[in-house]
């Protein structure tokens, strides 16, 4: 208190003593003509006020010429009240208790009512005695007194020279960063008497008196103008300011220095409307009327006024005078308080003032400041509530009234006057000039005035929140109510959810109508859809080249930058070159959105202006203008193929858009697509299920016609199938560089994938989705053989000799080829070659196979890896359940896989390292497209007889073995060189509809009657096989199971050891075997002796499984180790002898 007490009375002491050098020189008339009371001396007449700096070191006071003439000093108890000059204004128009104080007394008089007026000679006394406040230097030292520590933080004012007046200046212009309460008080009562003059601040009149009497806005010598007359010269100025960014012709601009006093006066007056001395004169009643309870002070008071701007009461003078305002704000931020205060802390952490790229007008901007916080918030940065809270409403004011932007003052006045004229208010005048500027013209604007509209709508930023555009949102207010309601007020996403319903029953025409002319503008910068901006940002930053991107800087286009993320949505997945899953998903959301209205694509409306003049001008219809240029893709120019080809990619990722195949295909989707067809995003699942359920019965010719169609045109370039192009980007790049066509990639990828799986790579090089979907596609393409233009081209003349009826689709031409591989040309034997390599290390790609045995996979092989899905399937081949069709099927597979060792990759792996070892002679006579015919198996079959293979290897050729015993036809070897002998001896047999082995046992028991030494040779090895391993002879170990559970139990089974156990049971009369088992195990021993008799042994091998088969086994193994003996006691007795050493010889 006791502070506030001497802040008042230092106010009080210095308003009364620092006047009087001033006062004393004022001639001022009195009622009676002898003066008044500040004697009988005549003071010059007024002068201009031109500051005057007088020499002398005693003499630094700047002083008016009124006040420089010696003059006696007064009592230091002076009051303006006491003088005889404002008498009779003050007791008309003050209090009488505000008499004692003069600051009172000044406020009360300058703050009075426009039409009240005052003496002259009062209003030369109170400016003269403002004036004295402002310059004397005894009022500074009261300042260095009050404001000790605040001048001493604030550097500038600390340097500023003492003496000169500059001090006060200083302390006035950073009183926001005053928080010393002392001295606050002191510079609030300061600043309402320097801005009640234009002239009281520091240096303006200096910078602006040219400018001042070039613009005609007033006189600037004293007494001229009254206080009233003052803030009309500053506005005349503000005014010439606003207006002269408006023209393009500036044939005398306001002066850089006049520039920047001016705005900065605006902006020292911006927290209290009191300062602006003419906007407080002009709307003091609208303040009254409007704003009654608004506090002054923080610029409330003018956000109150701007906010009832277009209410009717507001009379037309406060409202010019806001609109001035408002656009010296959108000159510089720094004119409204409260978004400089809000905001400040922001604009420092996001460096909004630090773009050296760009002069320091621009970045004061209002735009500048909204786009670079806009920028941070749309990055998921931290902006305060108060600072976001501001910017709304200054976004909402340049929606509302065009007018405060000058670029659309100046570039689109002739629009405006042309279509626009009368709408003036709430935002329609923007409005009518978006809708001219997407007209069917496009030349309907001013290319200017298109910019000013874009630079606009960027500034403000209406995508973020709908309720910016008050058009829209008074036009859309219905719809959003009813299909929008599930939003929440203001979210970005309400805009989307309109565009979603637009064409729908739910949307209204004008609705429609605001609706598109905002897209249109937002469309063209991607940063307008905040949640894309968010979702896309750092894609943007790490793909677009926006690396530190300030999205004033012009430094890439804001159309270019979501070019850029369209493309990459549709390249490649290699890190750094992708775009992630939540911005792809945004870029697809907009570019869905987008199709409904070829003008919503910038791109496709600038490229394709003249084709679609040229072949859509009857399209006028939703969807038709883009399935027209669709139509005509190969007529059209360049530039627009490449835009339309482009949207045939987008038609893979989401096919809705085709709206004719839609309805074509409407049957199908809803029986068997209706859950891919629901979901809000698709990402090619439509496609895809239509493929997949191309052969159905809800499947009409048209649809078929239509899914084929595009098939056929997706293997022209592989980014044409949506969920390929996403999966194997990163692959295609790296392995199949330069490619182009999908079938050539699906090849490329395929080889490598099998020759990994080949070599048995730990990492495969093409990842795992891109090698699911390769199966995907692989699938696909061997449904149609069409969908394979390289086999297809082989393969033609073969289709029309081999299976000229035989319908496409399905696989069905096909399994053709596959049956009839035999008659096949070289070059079509050589494709179906490589089909089936790959269709055997990956069956789930066996289109045929997938479909026949689709039920049995669900029943047996569930759980089953899609690789192993034909090991599963044959070995479950002979149940019960097994369906016939499938049974069939994989009985073909099997057949197939036994022809060359290269098809059953199971095997090769398996017999890696036995392969080279035992079969090389085979190997160096293969070739890579054509089979073996099973001379591999053969080899290791034999060796499999002899027991040296590898434990894996011995596993997978003692099944091939068991499957072969049963079924002949699984063995080339032996239906190559036996087709006649079984024709002839086992025509019956071969006949049989089920397989168990007939064959095998006729051509054995027929063994002398073969003629064929290639035959004879073939069943020689069957026998020869079957001596190594009861398992591989399926008919005697059916016959045996019994005797084996009973007195071979213990045994451990391979290696021919419960073949062993049987046999010595068979000479054991101890021993009763099953009747059948005797009978084979004695049928087997006599094709054995036969076989020996036949076939000796042809290496010590077959010699001792000759012996350890043979009923004298032990005779023959006594005899054997009898002359073993023999030879060791030999030798050990000769050599005691040879090698005796003598005594002699020892002792050495």
Known sequence: MAANRRVQLLLLLMSASFCLCTVQGLKVPSSNGNGNGLGNQQVNPPAPVNIIRQPGPGNNVPVAPAAAMTQPRRATGWKLAEEQACRDDLTRLCPKHTWSNNLAVLECLQDRKEETEIAVDCNHLLWNYKLNLTTDPKFESVAVEVCKSTITEIKECEEEERGKGYLVSCLVDHRGNISEYQCHQYITKMTSIVFSDY?????????????????????????????????????????????????????????????????????????????????????????????????????????????????????????????????????????????????????????????????????????????????????????????????????????????????????????????????????????????????????????????????????????????????????????????????????????????????????????????????????????????????????????????????????????????????????????????????????????????????????????????????????????????????????????????????????????????????????????????????????????????????????????????????????????????????????????????????????????????????????????LKCRKQLRVEELEMSEDIRLEPELYDACKADIGRLCSSVAFGNAQVMECLKEAKKQLSQRCHQRVFKLQEVEMMDPELDYQLMRVCKQMIKRFCSDADARSMLQCLKQNKNSELMDPKCKQMITKRQITQNTDFRLNPVLRKACKADIPKFCQP???????????????????????????????????????????????????????????????????????????????????????????????????????ESKADIFVDPVLHTACALDLKHHCAAITPGRGRQMSCLLESVQDKRVRLQPECKKRLQDRIDMWSFAAKVAPAEGFSDLAVQVMTSPSKNYILLIMAMGVMTLFLFGLLCGRITKRVTRELKDR
């Open 922 to 1024: 085979i190997l160096n006579k293969a070739s890579d497209d054509s089979e073996l015919e099973g001379q591999v198996i053969g080899c290791l079959k034999l060796k499999y007889a002899d027991q040296r293979l590898s434990p894996d290897c011995e596993d997978q050729i003692r099944v091939i073995l068991q499957e072969s015993a049963l079924d002949y036809r699984l063995d080339p070897q032996l239906q190559i060189h036996c087709t006649d002998e079984i024709s002839r001896l086992c025509a019956e047999e071969a006949a049989a509809q089920e397989q168990a082995g007939q064959v095998e046992e006729c051509l054995k028991f027929n063994l002398l009657k073969i003629k064929q030494d290639t035959c004879k040779k073939e069943v020689l090895n069957m026998l020869k």
């Open 199 to 767: 002239r009281l601040i520091c240096g303006f009149m200096d910078k602006c008196r040219d400018d001042i009497n070039r613009l005609h806005c007033g006189s600037i010598n004293v007494g001229d103008k009254d206080i009233h007359s003052q803030g009309k010269v500053l506005a005349c100025l503000e005014k010439a300011l606003v207006q002269e960014a408006e023209q393009q012709d500036q044939t005398h601009p306001i002066r850089e220095e006049c520039k920047r006093s001016i705005m900065r006066v605006a902006e020292l007056s911006s927290d209290d409307f009191h300062l602006d001395r003419y906007l407080y004169f002009s709307c003091r009643d609208d303040r009254e009327r409007f704003c009654e309870n608004t506090q002054a002070g923080e610029g409330k008071v003018y956000k109150c006024l701007f906010n009832h701007k277009f209410e009717e009461a507001m009379s037309e003078k406060c409202r010019d005078a806001l609109t001035t305002r408002q656009k010296l704000i959108a000159q510089d931020y720094k004119v409204s308080y409260s978004l400089a205060k809000a905001c400040k802390a922001d604009l420092r952490k996001y460096r909004c003032n630090l773009d050296t790229n760009m002069p320091r007008a621009r970045e004061a901007r209002l735009s500048y400041l909204l786009l670079c916080l806009e920028s941070a918030v749309h990055r998921g940065r931290t902006v305060s509530g108060d600072c976001q809270g501001e910017m709304l409403e200054y976004r909402r004011m340049l929606m509302e009234d065009f007018s405060l932007s000058p670029e659309i003052v100046l570039h689109c006045r002739g629009d405006i006057e042309t279509h626009c004229s009368g709408l003036h208010r709430k935002g329609r005048t923007l409005h009518c000039l978006m809708r001219v500027g997407r007209g069917e013209k496009a030349s309907a604007v001013d290319g200017l005035c298109q910019s000013a509209l874009q630079a606009l709508i960027q500034s403000a930023d209406p995508g973020s929140d709908y309720r910016i555009d008050r058009a829209l949102n008074e036009a859309c207010e219905s719809v959003i109510q009813t299909a929008c309601k599930h939003i929440r007020s203001g979210d970005p996403m309400i805009l989307s959810c309109l565009m979603e319903h637009l064409y729908t029953e739910k949307m209204v025409e004008d609705c429609e109508h605001r609706l598109l002319e905002l897209q249109y503008f937002i469309s063209r910068d991607w940063k307008l859809d905040p949640v894309l901006y968010k979702k896309c940002q750092g894609d943007a930053a790490r793909l677009c080249h926006t690396h530190g991107w300030n999205e004033t800087s012009q430094m890439m286009p804001a159309g270019a930058v979501f070019s850029c993320l369209y493309r990459h949505a549709y390249r490649t997945e290699d890190q750094g070159r992708r775009l992630s899953r939540d911005c792809k998903m945004e870029v697809q959301r907009i570019l869905h959105q987008r199709a409904l209205d070829v003008k919503l694509d910038p791109d496709l409306q600038k490229r394709c202006m003249t084709d679609l003049g040229k072949w859509c001008s009857d399209k006028t219809d939703t969807g038709q203008e883009l399935e027209c240029l669709q139509d005509h893709l190969e007529d059209l120019v360049s530039a627009c193929r490449e835009v339309v080809g482009n949207l045939t990619e987008l038609e893979s990722e989401d096919i809705q858009i085709e709206a004719l195949l839609m309805r074509a295909c409407e049957p199908v989707i809803q029986s068997h697509c209706h859950d891919v067809a629901d979901n809000q995003v698709d990402m090619g699942d439509l496609m895809e299920c239509l493929v997949q359920n191309k052969h159905q019965k809800e499947m009409n010719d048209k649809c078929t016609v239509g899914v084929t169609h595009f098939q056929l045109i997706q293997m022209k370039d592989f980014r044409f199938s949506y969920k390929f192009k996403m999966a194997c980007k990163e692959d295609v790049l790296k392995l199949c560089p330069n490619i182009k066509k999908k079938v050539d990639v699906v090849v490329c990828l395929s080889t490598t994938v099998r020759n990994d799986t080949l070599q048995d790579l730990k990492e495969q090089r093409v990842a």
